[in-house]
């Protein structure tokens, strides 16, 4: 099946430092990606939608300057959390859909800000 | 609005017993409705979808749901759960362009 991948899987960062994550499909086409964001006992949070070579739709509340998204092909998005604080400690998770109605995810990536 | 309710944050059953996971939704249209499940700093890993056809969709490791109209309902169920079934389970509604929308989850734990 189709597998998406995520770099790092775990990444600790001091505050006021930025760091990029990124998502990977490895053996599709990903004509659209989506970025969440999960607290820990909780849902998923839908921060922002992005297909391949146009500018990520951010969800109401998310700020896109602080989280940076960036699609340029059609395996690869990243995003990168500028300026990061405690606050932006979480799990984020990627997930990838190409034509059918699936999306697949990634396993995660822990961000710690120190 | 689109909405998906998982009424229950944790369900605890004995091992070898059935399993129900609830899930109702509030869709305009025809739904498109999935489970996944998490482990513990995992990604979610897709068990099961419902697009279109029989109501009773059945998906990896043993797991089946019904989708039920009248109801507005897509629970989840194993007929003899396994210690390993203990994990975070989502329910999830396919909207416009792809975009899922995410239950609270429910937690599942499997006692020996």
């Known amino acids: 099946g189709a597998v998406v991948s995520q770099h790092p899987s775990r990444v600790i960062c001091k505050s006021g430092t930025s760091v990029k994550i990124e998502c990977r499909s490895l053996d599709f086409q990903a004509t659209t990606m989506f970025w969440y964001r999960q607290f820990p006992k909780q849902s998923l949070m839908l921060m922002a939608t992005s297909n391949e070579g146009s500018k990520a739709t951010y969800e109401q509340g998310v700020e896109k300057d602080k989280f940076l998204i960036n699609h340029a092909s059609l395996t690869l998005s990243t995003l990168t959390v500028t300026s990061a604080h405690p606050e932006d400690s979480s799990f984020y998770i990627c997930s990838a859909s190409g034509q059918g109605d699936e999306q697949y995810f990634g396993p995660g990536t822990r961000l710690t800000v120190t | ?112």
Request: hydrophobic share 35%; proline share 5%.
């Open chain 2, 1 to 112: 609005a689109q909405s998906v309710a998982q009424p229950e944050d944790q369900v605890n059953v004995a091992e070898g017993n059935p399993l129900t996971v609830k899930c109702t939704y509030s869709v305009s249209g025809n739904p498109y409705l999935f489970w996944y499940v998490q482990y513990p700093n995992r990604g979610l890993q897709f068990l099961l979808k419902y697009i279109t056809g029989d109501n009773l969709v059945k998906g990896s490791y043993g797991f089946e749901a019904e989708f039920n109209k009248s109801q507005t309902s897509f629970h989840l169920k194993k007929p003899s759960a396994l210690v390993s079934d203990s994990a975070l389970y989502f329910c999830a509604v396919r909207l416009f362009g792809n975009q899922f929308y995410f239950g609270t989850g429910t937690s599942l734990t499997v006692i020996p």
